[in-house]
Nanobody
Framework: QLQLVESGGGLVQPGGSLRLSCAASGFTLDYFAIGWFRQAPGKEREGVLC????????NYANSVKGRFTISRDNAKNTVWLQMNSLKPEDTAVYYC???????????????WGPGTQVTVSS
């Protein structure tokens, strides 16, 4: 079964940092674009960042520019989301998912992980 699993979420104060991991099991990430998404209570799921199979990146959310970065290590079958200068509005469940390219459409992605909660609060 193709599955992605997120980890690294938690409670952090405003201005703090977290590094989320997205690990694959049952398949290799080498040929997939991996996107990070988030969903806050009462809101639709939105794209954050995506990294292509060749390492190109796509930013879906202007609000995270200059604060969040995405990277991958195919040897470790893992993609990371580094989140710096966190704000309360970044509070959400964060998900990763796979597709053949960094699509504009959230639900084009598949193999969604269960998500990891990020809470930014003092």
């Amino acid at each position: 079964q193709l599955q992605l699993v997120e980890s690294g979420g938690g409670l952090v104060q405003p201005g703090g940092s977290l590094r989320l991991s997205c690990a694959a099991s049952g398949f290799t990430l080498d040929y997939f674009a991996i996107g990070w998404f988030r969903q806050a209570p009462g809101k639709e799921r939105e794209g954050v960042l995506c990294i292509s199979s060749t390492g190109g990146t796509k930013n879906y959310a202007n609000s995270v520019k200059g604060r969040f970065t995405i990277s991958r290590d195919n040897a470790k079958n893992t993609v990371w989301l580094q989140m710096n200068s966190l704000k309360p509005e970044d509070t959400a469940v964060y998900y990763c998912a796979a597709y053949d390219h960094c699509s504009e459409y959230v639900w084009a992605f598949a193999s969604w992980g269960p998500g990891t909660q990020v809470t930014v609060s003092s």
